[in-house]
């Protein structure tokens, strides 16, 4: 594992951690309004949704370009990575954020990873990541519209 990438990996922890006190003590102060107490759960499944990111490009990063077994590795990374979407909790957030998380992780899942090429594709629309990849096919173009969609809500409620 590279220096940079444990970095970020460091980072996306720290984030959590503050922003879980932040739900923490918004939920502590008691009377809150609706407003706060989404914003504050937008948060929490932000970080979280961020984590597990992290934890895929981790998993389906090859120790070098053009590894023996790369696609067996995105193979394995993708249903991990859904596990982890699924576990995030949204029902405090506010409807259409539950909602074009639900449509992010729909998209993820009819994603192409029936071949390298298509994990490759997957990969680039999850992460923005489009080097080396010249034209996303329709399925993983969904994939990313819908995480751009995620993040303009994320950012939107505040999250960072």
Known sequence: MTTEFAYAIESEAKLACRQLFFLVLVLCAGCVSQATKERAAVAVA????????????????????????????????????????????????????????????QAVERGNVSNLQGALELGAALFGEFG????????????????????????????E
């Open 46 to 105: 932000w970080a979280e949704f961020k984590t597990a990111r992290t934890n895929y490009l981790r998993d389906a990063q090859p120790p070098r370009a053009y590894a023996p077994g790369v696609y067996d590795r995105f193979a394995r990374a993708v249903p991990n990575y859904l596990k982890a979407l699924e576990s995030i909790d949204t029902k405090g957030c506010p409807s259409e954020f539950r909602e074009a998380f639900v449509e992010y992780r």
């Open 132 to 159: 080396g990849v010249q034209q996303l096919s329709r399925r993983a173009a969904l994939a990313a519209d819908a995480r751009f969609k995620l993040e303009r809500l994320a950012v939107r409620y505040g999250a």
